[in-house]
């Protein structure tokens, strides 16, 4: 009895050796992964699921970033804060210390915004939430052959996004949805899926910042309230 179990243990070892050896290595389930379309759906779900069930999961600080936002009666002046209230999106509510103004999303565009509390002892973030972020293709880089780039669009923008006096006033959105942008080196293949932990949520324009602030880089004529 003892060597039939003995054999069937060797067996079982032996097949357990074949089946690794047969294996696909690390690399070659990356590119597979790649081939096969996976790896695009892969990246496109999460971030869809980052976005936390808003149509729009694309989004950037407003003015201050901090949830009430409140601003000095100068600053909301500048042509920046006025192209968010002419457009509908923000608009000036009670509470506001003295000399400060305080603003919060219309009702009819609160569902362009999200707040975040990523640190319990600080106050909430406040984003305006302005595109999808659509995954258009990836492809392996790097001497290990299991390194992630891949490129993206933003689309569904709403229509206040194309209004003169916003696309004045932060001229991140015109390149931000009109180009095709690249994350690279960032997902590396780890234990059968592809990491994306790591993966920003922001996009980099050079010279430019991603957000709706109240003075920000990348304006040919910045409000003159902004050199002061």
């Given amino acids: 009895m003892s060597d039939g179990r003995d054999l ?24 597979r992964s ?19 069930g808003l149509p729009l999961g ?9 949830s009430p936002v409140e ?17 509908g999106l923000m608009e000036e509510v009670p509470g506001a210390p003295a000399g400060e103004v305080r603003l919060a999303p219309t009702a009819k565009a609160a569902h362009w915004f999200r707040q975040r509390t990523r ?4 106050p909430p973030s ?22 992630l780039n891949f490129a993206y669009r933003l ?8 209004d003169p006096r916003m696309r004045a006033a932060f001229p991140f959105l015109e390149p931000a949805l009109s180009q095709e942008m690249v994350a690279t080196g960032i997902a590396p293949w780890r234990d059968g899926r592809w990491y994306l932990d790591l993966a920003d949520e922001g996009i980099t ?20 309230g902004c050199g002061d």
Avoid at 71 to 87: F, G, H, M, N, P
Avoid at 134 to 142: C, D, E, F, S, Y
Avoid at 205 to 224: I, K
């Fill in 155 to 162: 689309e569904g923008a709403p229509a206040w996004t194309g």
């Fill in 58 to 66: 694309q989004c950037a600080a407003v003015l201050t970033g901090i």
């Fill in 205 to 224: 324009l050079p010279g430019q910042d991603e957000g709706f602030y109240a003075c920000p880089d990348g304006r040919e004529r910045p409000d003159p």
């Fill in 126 to 147: 406040i984003e305006l939430c302005y595109a999808r972020r659509k995954i258009t293709r990836a492809w392996l880089v790097g001497e290990d052959g299991k390194t």
């Fill in 119 to 122: 640190n319990p002892a600080l």
């Fill in 8 to 31: 069937s243990r060797g067996w079982a070892l032996a097949l357990a050796l074949l089946l690794a050896a047969c294996a696909p290595s690390p690399q070659e389930q990356a590119r």
């Fill in 34 to 52: 790649i081939e096969s379309g996976q790896a695009v759906a892969e990246i496109q779900a999460f971030f869809d699921a980052r976005a936390q």
């Fill in 71 to 87: 601003i000095s009666q100068r600053t909301a002046q500048l042509d920046t804060v006025r192209a968010l209230v002419e457009a």
